[in-house]
């Protein structure tokens, strides 16, 4: 998940174990038994995050049955099955898998708030690694395919940009809890994958506030737009990482993945690329070091992903470029 992220997929509080539920009627969702006949559909987790959503979305438009998993309300209509569920009792996440018994789980939801997960490590630990953990053993148990999704953030950002054989050294609560969360995911569920994506936005209706978008706001508004110069990422349009997220489902492939935007950039020259392409003046670009801002945890620098792999096993057109991640976002937001 995007590491700058504010808000949580899966934020930890207080609830019953009741499995609130919606949408239309459909018996692939009724509760089964160990032993039941074959396995069917997708549950995607974190349905209401920026990559969830998309996952969803896709999914669902694609003819798939669907069971999506939030954190409150549902966002969608009611043509979408959707429970709410607190991955803060991880055991509920369990139950559900070993009920519904998907043919695949897309395990989006994570703690992304980087400073939240410093600040509460515990809440951290039962999102990002409990959570994972009961996945992981509910597909272990009904022979569910997982595919886990993690962050560019389990590098120390010394030496990117990176490819999947490079070693994690991860800095900081979030980073090293999303880095144990995908060893407890490769060591529990047979056959799993992990898709790491990397400082996604979205141009879609109702998605949460990005720093594109918000870099886009002001931009068109003729204000500054402070920027770091020194942190190098893998920008990625949340629709993109679901195509590639969903595609890695699809596929037998275990093991880790990048699942990120094909370019590296600076934030800098990110913010400059969109600029250009909206006619704004790219001066009101203010390159900013990040140690300036003081900020609680620690963010790598040079983090940037590499996407060799992901390419040849989908495609060297599944990854989009920079260009051509921004203009899909720019055509998101005029629909």
């Given at each position: 998940?995007?590491?700058?992220?504010?808000?949580?997929?899966?934020?930890?509080?207080?609830?019953?174990?009741?499995?609130?539920?919606?949408?239309?009627?459909?018996?692939?969702?009724?509760?089964?038994?160990?032993?039941?006949?074959?396995?069917?559909?997708?549950?995607?987790?974190?349905?209401?995050?920026?990559?969830?959503?998309?996952?969803?979305?896709?999914?669902?438009?694609?003819?798939?049955?669907?069971?999506?998993?939030?954190?409150?309300?549902?966002?969608?209509?009611?043509?979408?099955?959707?429970?709410?569920?607190?991955?803060?009792?991880?055991?509920?996440?369990?139950?559900?898998?070993?009920?519904?018994?998907?043919?695949?789980?897309?395990?989006?939801?994570?703690?992304?708030?980087?400073?939240?997960?410093?600040?509460?490590?515990?809440?951290?630990?039962?999102?990002?690694?409990?959570?994972?953990?009961?996945?992981?053993?509910?597909?272990?148990?009904?022979?569910?395919?997982?595919?886990?999704?993690?962050?560019?953030?389990?590098?120390?950002?010394?030496?990117?940009?990176?490819?999947?054989?490079?070693?994690?050294?991860?800095?900081?609560?979030?980073?090293?809890?999303?880095?144990?969360?995908?060893?407890?995911?490769?060591?529990?569920?047979?056959?799993?994958?992990?898709?790491?994506?990397?400082?996604?936005?979205?141009?879609?209706?109702?998605?949460?506030?990005?720093?594109?978008?918000?870099?886009?706001?002001?931009?068109?508004?003729?204000?500054?737009?402070?920027?770091?110069q020194d942190?190098?990422?893998?920008?990625?349009?949340?629709?993109?990482?679901?195509?590639?997220?969903?595609?890695?489902?699809?596929?037998?492939?275990?093991?880790?993945?990048?699942?990120?935007?094909?370019?590296?950039?600076?934030?800098?020259?990110?913010?400059?690329?969109?600029a250009r392409?909206?006619?704004?003046?790219?001066?009101?670009?203010?390159?900013?070091?990040?140690?300036?801002?003081?900020?609680?945890?620690?963010?790598?620098?040079?983090?940037?992903?590499?996407?060799?792999?992901?390419?040849?096993?989908?495609?060297?057109?599944?990854?989009?470029?920079?260009?051509?991640?921004?203009?899909r976002f720019?055509?998101?937001?005029?629909?």
């Amino acid at each position: 998940m995007s590491a700058e992220s504010k808000t949580l997929s899966a934020e930890p509080k207080t609830s019953s174990t009741a499995l609130p539920s919606s949408g239309p009627a459909g018996s692939w969702l009724e509760p089964t038994t160990k032993g039941a006949p074959a396995l069917e559909g997708f549950l995607v987790t974190g349905a209401n995050g920026l990559v969830g959503s998309r996952v969803v979305a896709q999914l669902r438009q694609a003819g798939e049955k669907v069971l999506a998993v939030g954190r409150g309300e549902t966002r969608f209509d009611q043509a979408i099955h959707y429970r709410s569920l607190d991955l803060a009792q991880p055991a509920q996440l369990r139950a559900l898998i070993e009920s519904v018994r998907p043919r695949t789980l897309i395990h989006c939801a994570a703690m992304t708030d980087v400073d939240g997960c410093e600040a509460d490590p515990v809440a951290a630990w039962l999102v990002n690694v409990r959570a994972v953990e009961a996945a992981a053993l509910g597909c272990r148990s009904t022979g569910t395919r997982l595919v886990a999704l993690s962050t560019d953030y389990v590098f120390d950002g010394l030496a990117g940009p990176y490819d999947e054989e490079a070693a994690p050294n991860p800095r900081g609560a979030y980073a090293v809890t999303k880095r144990i969360g995908e060893e407890t995911a490769l060591l529990l569920a047979p056959g799993c994958a992990i898709a790491r994506v990397a400082v996604v936005y979205s141009g879609r209706p109702g998605a949460k506030r990005t720093f594109a978008l918000a870099a886009l706001e002001s931009l068109r508004r003729g204000e500054k737009v402070k920027a770091f110069q020194d942190q190098v990422v893998s920008p990625t349009l949340a629709d993109n990482a679901a195509e590639m997220v969903i595609g890695l489902a699809r596929s037998t492939a275990a093991g880790v993945f990048h699942c990120a935007g094909a370019t590296c950039v600076s934030r800098v020259e990110f913010c400059r690329v969109l600029a250009r392409k909206v006619g704004a003046d790219e001066a009101l670009v203010v390159p900013v070091s990040l140690a300036e801002l003081r900020l609680p945890a620690p963010r790598p620098l040079r983090c940037a992903l590499r996407v060799e792999k992901i390419q040849r096993l989908l495609g060297a057109s599944m990854p989009l470029s920079l260009e051509q991640g921004l203009d899909r976002f720019l055509a998101e937001l005029s629909a």
